[in-house]
């Protein structure tokens, strides 16, 4: 999967890259992470760490999962601290490429879903 490749861009502020890596078919997903881009600068100490890959459907489909930890700044709320984050994507195949279909945001401790824009507690 292209988590790594995902993150860095997020890191880069390369937002078309991460828009892009998101199915055409998913418009809300698509906005949710332009808006999130828009909001926030992710630092260069962000770190991706326990990434496990499980393939589904026959190949087709595919469920990554990571934590990502580093500086997070939000600019509207003059806010800059560590966020420590967990995260589910659902990968799959399209026009050769795997893209993001579906994005989960879990808490880093209990696993429990959770706000994808919401504030992470250092």
Excluded at 34 to 50: C, F, K, P, Q, R
Excluded at 72 to 81: Q, T
């Amino acid at each position: 999967m292209r988590v790594q490749e995902v993150v860095q861009a997020c890191i880069d502020n390369k937002v078309p890259v991460v828009v892009d890596s998101i199915s055409k078919g998913q418009v809300a997903l698509r906005t949710l992470a332009l808006t999130g881009l828009t909001m926030a600068d992710i630092h260069e100490d962000m770190h991706v760490s326990d990434l496990s890959v499980e393939m589904t459907a026959q190949n087709s489909r595919a469920l990554s999962r990571f934590r990502a930890n580093g500086t997070v700044s939000v600019g509207n709320m003059s806010y800059s601290g560590h966020a420590a984050t967990r995260w589910e994507l659902t990968w799959q195949r399209e026009e050769g490429e795997w893209r993001i279909v579906e994005i989960k945001r879990l808490n880093p401790i209990t696993g429990e879903e959770m706000p994808v824009l919401k504030q992470s507690k250092g």
